[in-house]
């Protein structure tokens, strides 16, 4: 009996050791390659009702902004701005804009975002820019963060030069 408590508590502190030093090893390999492609929760493509369930669950202080089309929050600080697509009866999500209220140094913040969304940054004339999730665009400029889906925003630029 004693013998099987030692090997259980080697093989606990082994454990322990390994995920000390390689913390990826209890991710499962399904998550793996998974991205994050949200910012406060709100992500390209969520629909109206997964908007207002969400903003309940978190109890997110929210109100409707210039028009049907857009939710402003106040979220940890940040000014967070949900554009959705008004021509779609489901309204899905196209764009999320958070500025931030103290973003601190932009290495940092970079060297984070790129962390917390799995991508690498790719610098540019504006700022920084990610492809996270399912290819939305994540862009810095050192005060807000933008997340776009590219697909409908370029749809959305051709409906608005027809009219």
């Not at 322990?16 to 793996?32: C, E, G, H, T």
């Not at 962390?115 to 610098?123: I, L, M, R």
């Given at each position: 009996?004693k ?18 030093i390689?913390?990826?090893?209890l ?6 390659g ?50 959705s697509?008004d021509?779609d ?14 973003p601190?140094?932009?290495?940092a ?20 820019t ?8 994540l862009?810095?400029?050192g005060t807000?963060?933008n ?6 925003e370029a ?5 608005d030069a027809k009219?």
């Amino acid at each position: 009996m004693k013998v099987a408590i030692v090997l259980a508590g080697l093989v606990v502190v082994a454990v322990a050791a390994i995920v000390a030093i390689q913390p990826s090893f209890l991710k499962p390999a399904s998550l793996a390659g998974v991205k994050k492609s949200d910012m406060f929760g709100f992500s390209p493509g969520m629909t109206s009702d997964e908007t207002t369930k969400l903003v309940t669950q978190r109890h997110y202080l929210c109100r409707q902004g210039r028009g049907s089309q857009t939710l402003e929050c106040e979220i940890n600080g940040a000014k967070v701005t949900v554009y959705s697509d008004d021509a779609d009866a489901r309204r899905p999500i196209w764009r999320v804009h958070a500025e931030l209220n103290n973003p601190g140094p932009q290495e940092a913040a970079v060297k984070s975002i790129s962390d917390q969304f799995n991508a690498e940054a790719v610098k540019d004339q504006d700022g920084w820019t990610w492809i996270v999730g399912r290819g939305f665009k994540l862009s810095y400029d050192g005060t807000a963060l933008n997340l776009v889906d590219a697909s409908a925003e370029a749809r959305l630029r051709k409906t608005d030069a027809k009219r």
